[in-house]
């Protein structure tokens, strides 16, 4: 039986080597990537984002966390991104200007792989110009936009604003996530869809495409 609550300490902790020998060790053991990211990995990310918010642990503590996490997350890509699927359409994603997280966006990416998209990663710190510059080029079915922090939220209608301003909008279903945001949210800035995970994304991006 693989010990999941090691898996979340050595991630938690920062510790990338102890972390990527866990995270190897448990797909050795046949546990299945999604199960290693859920019970394993996303826990430790919980915990860290509490703790910083109680004043437990600070900045480098949480950089640590966030590296160690990659690590581990790099490992099941493999895993977690194999097409078993067809082709369901073509997505340009990113996090918006000002966001540096992109941990869940990642995840987000691999999904949507894994589940017949083809996905340009436009990063973080994503201004609306890139976004709209991206779109312009043709052939998206959806842009997705990726935000962590309250402050960097209005980034979002500021890119559909600009998708407007440059007669895009009509071309691209545009769905937006991140930890802050909420349907209502994205009601009130006028995207398509609103995830509030990474399974509801491509299930939400399906829906998209098919209407
Ligand atoms: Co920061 N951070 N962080 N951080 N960080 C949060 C977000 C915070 C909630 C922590 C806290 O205070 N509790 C807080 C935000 C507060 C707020 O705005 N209200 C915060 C803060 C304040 C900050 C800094 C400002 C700290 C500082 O400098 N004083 C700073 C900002 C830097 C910047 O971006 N400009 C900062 C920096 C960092 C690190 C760089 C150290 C690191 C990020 C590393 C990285 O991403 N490469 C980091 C981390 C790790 C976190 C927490 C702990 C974890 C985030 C994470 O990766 N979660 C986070 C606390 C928390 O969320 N519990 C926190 C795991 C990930 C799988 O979940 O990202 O939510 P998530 O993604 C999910 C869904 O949200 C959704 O699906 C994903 C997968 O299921 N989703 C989408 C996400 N994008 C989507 C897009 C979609 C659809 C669904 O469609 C397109």
């Known amino acids: 039986m693989f010990n999941f609550n090691e898996l979340t300490d050595s991630v938690a902790d920062g510790q990338v ?5 866990l995270t190897k060790k ?16 996303l826990p430790a990310m919980n ?16 950089l640590m966390a ?7 997350i790099g490992l099941l890509r493999p895993e977690l991104s194999r097409k078993g699927a067809a082709y369901t359409g073509k997505c340009a ?3 918006v200007e000002g966001d540096l ?5 990642n995840i987000v990416i691999l999904m949507l792989e894994g589940n017949g998209w083809e996905v340009t990663d436009l990063g973080i710190d994503v201004p609306p110009q890139r976004f709209c510059e991206e779109i312009k080029k043709g052939g998206y079915d959806l842009l997705g936009l990726s935000a962590l ?3 960097t939220m209005p980034k979002m209608p500021e890119t559909i604003k600009l998708l407007k301003e440059a007669g895009l909008r009509e071309k691209v279903k545009v769905i937006v996530g991140g930890v802050p945001l909420s349907q209502s949210f994205a009601n009130q800035i006028g995207a398509d869809a609103y995830a ?10 399906r829906e998209l495409v098919k209407k």
């Open 17 to 21: 080597a102890k972390a990527t020998e």
């Open 47 to 62: 915990r860290v984002g509490k703790d910083f918010e109680d004043g437990q642990i600070f900045l480098p503590e949480l």
């Open 149 to 151: 922090l309250t402050f």
């Open 101 to 105: 997280h992109d941990i869940g966006k």
């Open 196 to 205: 509030r995970d990474a399974v509801e994304a491509v299930v939400k991006a």
């Open 66 to 72: 966030g590296d160690a996490m990659k690590a581990s």
């Open 26 to 41: 448990a797909l050795a053991a046949k546990v299945p990537a999604k199960d290693v990211l859920n019970k394993g990995l």
């Open 93 to 95: 994603i990113g996090t």
